[in-house]
C-alpha cells in the first residue's frame, strides 16, 4: 500500500489521487502528482466590470438590479465596498 503525500496547503492526511493529480477532500485543493509547483501560486488577479486590475484597498461599488413584481419602476441597490 502506498501512501499519499498530505496536502500542501492544509496538511490533510486524506488526500487521494485523481489521474495525474491529488486532491484534497477536505480544502478541495488540488495540485500535480509529479511534483511540478504551481507557476502562479495562490493569487489571483481580480479585475473589475472594464477590466482594470483591482489592488488591495481600491474602493469599489457594487449594483444590483432590483425587480419588484408589482411595481413599474426598477429600483437599485448599491453598496460600496473596499477590495482586498
Given at each position: 500500500m502506498s501512501t499519499l503525500p498530505p496536502c500542501p496547503k492544509c496538511n490533510s492526511e486524506f488526500t487521494y489521487e485523481d489521474g495525474d493529480q491529488l486532491i484534497c477532500p477536505e480544502c478541495a485543493h488540488e495540485w500535480s502528482a509529479t511534483g511540478e509547483t504551481e507557476a502562479a501560486g495562490d493569487e489571483t488577479v481580480k479585475k473589475d466590470s472594464v477590466g482594470n486590475v483591482l489592488q488591495d484597498g481600491d474602493t469599489i461599488t457594487v449594483i444590483k438590479d432590483l425587480t419588484c413584481a408589482t411595481a413599474t419602476t426598477i429600483s437599485t441597490a448599491k453598496?460600496?465596498?473596499?477590495?482586498r
Open positions: 453598496s460600496t465596498v473596499s477590495a
